[in-house]
């Protein structure tokens, strides 16, 4: 398979370390053969250029599949498109074919940029909601060989079992359950899901070298992240944001920071902000 801008094997390995960690870390939680996100990872991974088959195999990388270095990788410059709160794959979409479908529920957001190629990108979907895993990975199937959809709720712990609350009233339903979040509650429709701790991704799988774009959208939890990303001193590896806040949907406690104070941070880091939006 050849990528783009010298992806290829660099591309596939870190592709086949997300899948590794994830995959691992539902095993040592309990989740391993037989639980949704497991079985959803072992059935796309492979169509996303990351093979695997269990949880033990996943984690050890095939002998001679690349020569690339693990230090070497690591000084690696990137172009990386974190989606988290993927939804049903309308900033996807946009990203990928550079304009929004005319049912888009996304339909205000912009990349921002006219020349860019999304096959110079690895692109990661992160979305907890198991009605939109299989349409998302069709979606990055079909427009890139270096991009991954993980199945999990993008939070400051990993694999932590949470409830997922799916907003299903008449204008959740009207757009294809638009909302799913960790802490509000909609309705009485809501599943188990398994957390991720998205700072120990963006430790794992970005360098201070890479040009990390990151869209957050994930109904209350951004303010949880986004703090412990500052707290761990990953925030400024956020090149590029489109940050949406939800502060009534962070339960009877409020948002753990304001998102003022979350834009002053981004401020300091020199992150370019292309979207702050209150709801």
Known sequence: VSWSMGHGRLGREFLKTAVAFVAGGLAMAGWGTGSPSHAFIVQHSGMLGAATTT?????????????????????????????????????????????????????????????YNPSDFLVYGFEANPEHWRGLVELVARYSETALIVPLAVWNTSFQSMKLSIDDDTNGNSHNHWGASLLNRWGNKAVNTMTIDFASILSQLTTENDTVYMKFNIEGAEYHVLKSLKEKGLLCRIRVGWFYFHPRFTGPSGPVVSHNEVKTWLEDCRTEIRLFAVH
């Open 55 to 115: 949880p033990a195999a996943s984690t050890t990388t095939p002998a001679a599949t690349t020569t690339t270095t693990p230090a070497a990788a690591a000084r690696a410059s990137r172009k990386i498109f974190f989606d988290i709160g993927s939804n049903r794959g309308d900033v996807l979409r946009i990203f990928f074919e550079k304009h929004a479908p005319a049912d888009s529920n996304a339909g205000g957001w912009r990349f921002g940029e006219e020349n």
